[in-house]
């Protein structure tokens, strides 16, 4: 089993930043790749961005330019940094630690996740 805790969504205002933060810790020696992805009410969950432990990273289109992931492989933690936010980026944001997939943008129940941060961006 690995555990995620998240950390850092919030309130912000349009073209204010935001990191997320993201620690793995039990079997996190089972996963490759870590990412995040974001939730808005009735739609479905959608990459934002995913690295794999080798460095190999993968950005929703919407989010290249506007976002960075990094992954710590000692603390075995991902973070997200988000800039230029716009009302649109808001959701609850989760993440996720697996495979290939959650590189790729198809993470699902056989991946682990979080428990999800609220990130809302005020225009």
């Known amino acids: 089993q690995v555990q995620l805790v998240e950390s850092g969504g919030g309130l912000v205002q349009a073209g204010g930043s935001l990191t997320l933060s993201c620690v793995g810790s039990g079997s996190i020696f089972s996963i490759n790749s870590m990412g995040w992805y974001r939730q808005v009410p009735g739609k479905p969950r959608e990459l934002v961005a995913a690295?794999?432990?080798?460095?190999?990273?993968n950005y929703a289109d919407s989010m290249k330019g506007r976002c960075t992931i990094s992954f710590d492989n000692v603390k075995t933690a991902v973070y997200l940094q988000l800039n230029s936010l716009n009302p649109e980026d808001t959701g609850v944001y989760y993440c996720?630690?697996?495979?290939?997939?959650?590189?790729?943008?198809?993470?699902?129940?056989?991946?682990?996740w979080g428990q999800g941060t609220q990130v809302t961006v005020s225009s």
């Open positions: 690295i794999t432990t080798g460095g190999v990273t």
């Open positions: 996720a630690a697996g495979w290939y997939d959650v590189l790729r943008g198809t993470g699902g129940d056989d991946d682990y």
